[in-house]
């Protein structure tokens, strides 16, 4: 099974501009979460898509979104982009064994956004 | 809000010494995962622990989650060049909610081995 593929790998964005990053969850996933990781503050939880429908978010600002398509692809858009967006943004797609409780998410390379 | 609490930070060793990184919260935790993860790549999954008590064994990796499920250890014998790296703790809450999707991280362990 192919894992889990994000798109662009990495990206060089001025401050004021937008950007939108893609993730394919491994097949038959259905669940897509989304991180943002720094030196500084770690991995941190944006937001997790289910079924096209965002069922978690993180504590981030509005400047940050994202969408599920119909294929379990998922898209995140950050707008108005800031010094501080620079980070690896970080896509995972879960697997929940409900009968035992075990949750196990795959993380795809990363997107590796600099913004300047 | 949960927290976990990973130590130590760093880990600077020689090539065949045995190592532990900790993994402690003061959450229950419904599973916890440990990662590796390369410069500029993705945390690779290592193991999945669900069971209070429950020890896992990945060759010279040995994983360890409290009984009470609110900590875990990663125990490295003889340790590699090869197993230099950062290594992350994850746990998951099944209480729905503000738990969907989402993984709380520890800060991570940057281990180095010395040849």
């Known amino acids: 099974k192919a894992g889990v593929t994000q798109t662009p790998r990495y990206l060089i964005k001025t401050r004021g501009q937008q950007v939108t990053l893609s993730c394919s969850p491994i097949s038959g996933h259905r669940s897509v979460s989304w991180y943002q990781q720094t030196p500084g503050q770690g991995l941190q939880f944006l937001f997790e898509y289910f079924s096209e429908t965002q069922r978690n978010k993180g504590n981030f600002p509005g400047r940050f979104s994202g969408r599920q398509f119909s294929n379990s692809r998922s898209e995140m858009n950050v707008s108005t982009l800031e010094l501080g967006d620079s980070a690896l943004y970080l896509c995972?797609?879960?697997?929940?064994?409900?009968?035992?409780?075990?949750?196990?998410?795959?993380f795809g390379p990363g997107t590796r956004l600099t913004v300047t | 809000t949960q927290l976990l609490e990973q130590s130590p930070q760093f880990l600077s060793i020689q090539e065949g010494e045995n190592l532990t990184v900790y993994c402690n919260s003061s959450s229950v935790f419904s599973s916890l995962q440990w990662y590796r993860q390369e410069p500029g790549e993705g945390p690779v999954l290592l193991v999945t622990v669900v069971t209070g008590g429950e020890v896992k064994k990945l060759k010279r990796l040995t994983f360890q989650f409290g009984d009470a499920r609110k900590d875990s250890s990663l125990h490295i014998t003889a340790a590699q060049p090869g197993d230099t790296g950062l290594y992350l703790c994850?746990?998951?809450?099944?209480?729905?909610?503000?738990?969907?999707?989402?993984?709380?991280f520890g800060q991570g362990t940057i281990l180095t081995v010395h040849p």
């Open positions: 994850a746990g998951h809450s099944n209480a729905g909610g503000t738990s969907y999707g989402k993984l709380t």
């Open positions: 995972a797609s879960s697997l929940w064994f409900a009968s035992s409780g075990k949750h196990e998410q795959y």
